[in-house]
C-alpha cells in the first residue's frame, strides 16, 4: 500500500558529504512526522533526525551541528544531508515516516529498506 524507497547510501571518506533521500509513494492522504535512524553491527536503532510535518527538528546529539534533515511535502520525501562524516557514522540508515492512508483512519509507521553508509579511508 505505501512503500518508502531510500537512495544516496554509499562509500565516503571521512569529512565528506552525503546526502540521503527517501520518497514514499503509495496510498498516501497524509504524512506526519518522517525521520532518519540507523544501526550499526552489533548496535541498537537510534534515532538521527526526525522532523515533523509542520517542520519541527529533533537531531541526536552526536549528529548535531553537522546532519541537516530536511523535507519537500510536495514530494513526500525526506533527505538528510550528511557533512564532516566520521567513521562512527558507518551503519545502515532507515527512513520512517508515519503515513494516514487514504482508506485508513490512523496512523500507520512505514519503514525504508535500509541503506548502507560506509564512512572509511
Known amino acids: 500500500q505505501v512503500q518508502l524507497v531510500e537512495s544516496g547510501g554509499g562509500l565516503v571518506q571521512p569529512g565528506g558529504s552525503l546526502r540521503l533521500s527517501c520518497a514514499a509513494s503509495?496510498?498516501?492522504?497524509?504524512?506526519?512526522?518522517m525521520g532518519w535512524y540507523r544501526q550499526a553491527p552489533g548496535k541498537e536503532r537510534e534515532l538521527v533526525a526526525e522532523?515533523?510535518?509542520?517542520?519541527?527538528?529533533n537531531y541526536a546529539g552526536s549528529v548535531k551541528g553537522r546532519f541537516t534533515i530536511s523535507r519537500e511535502n510536495a514530494k513526500n520525501t525526506v533527505y538528510l544531508q550528511m557533512n564532516s562524516v566520521k567513521p562512527e557514522d558507518t551503519a545502515v540508515y532507515y527512513c520512517?515516516?508515519?503515513?494516514?492512508?487514504?482508506?485508513?483512519?490512523?496512523?500507520?509507521?512505514?519503514w525504508g529498506q535500509g541503506t548502507q553508509v560506509t564512512v572509511s579511508s
Open positions: 503509495g496510498s498516501i492522504f497524509g504524512i506526519n512526522a
Open positions: 520512517k515516516a508515519g503515513v494516514v492512508g487514504r482508506y485508513g483512519t490512523s496512523e500507520f509507521r512505514y
Open positions: 522532523i515533523g510535518s509542520g517542520g519541527r527538528i
